[in-house]
Nanobody
Framework: QVQLVESGGGLVQPGGSLRLSCAAS????????MGWSRQAPGQERETVAT????????NYAESVKGRFTISRDNAENTVTLQMNSLEPEDTAVYYC????????????????WGKGTPVTVSS
């Protein structure tokens, strides 16, 4: 089991910055990726950024490319999302996620989610 706890959300003015952190605890047979998603009121959850443990590849949603940066600290078991040039459209609850396998079986793939941290971009 993996537990994820997000922090760093809050209220920021347009053009401002926030840094979200996700602390991971517990264990898993093989972790393959960690990431951030967000869900605005009345909208579906959107994957914002993903970082892969093998090779360190990173994916971003088009809407945040050039503004958001995801990073991972293996020693601290944390994943961080640095958000710059924030826009009102970035307002949402942001969730940390971890994807991996509980065993060598492909069917053992699991996704874990944190409880989320709210981000509001408003003047």
């Amino acid at each position: 089991q993996v537990q994820l706890v997000e922090s760093g959300g809050g209220l920021v003015q347009p053009g401002g910055s926030l840094r979200l952190s996700c602390a991971a605890s517990g264990s898993i047979f093989r972790l393959i990726a960690m990431g951030w998603s967000r869900q605005a009121p009345g909208q579906e959850r959107e994957t914002v950024a993903t970082i892969f443990t093998s090779g360190g590849g990173i994916n971003y949603a088009e809407s945040v490319k050039g503004r958001f940066t995801i990073s991972r600290d293996n020693a601290e078991n944390t994943v961080t999302l640095q958000m710059n040039s924030l826009e009102p459209e970035d307002t949402a609850v942001y969730y940390c996620s971890a994807t991996g396998y509980l065993s060598q079986l492909p069917s053992s793939r699991v996704d874990y989610w944190g409880k989320g941290t709210p981000v509001t971009v408003s003047s």
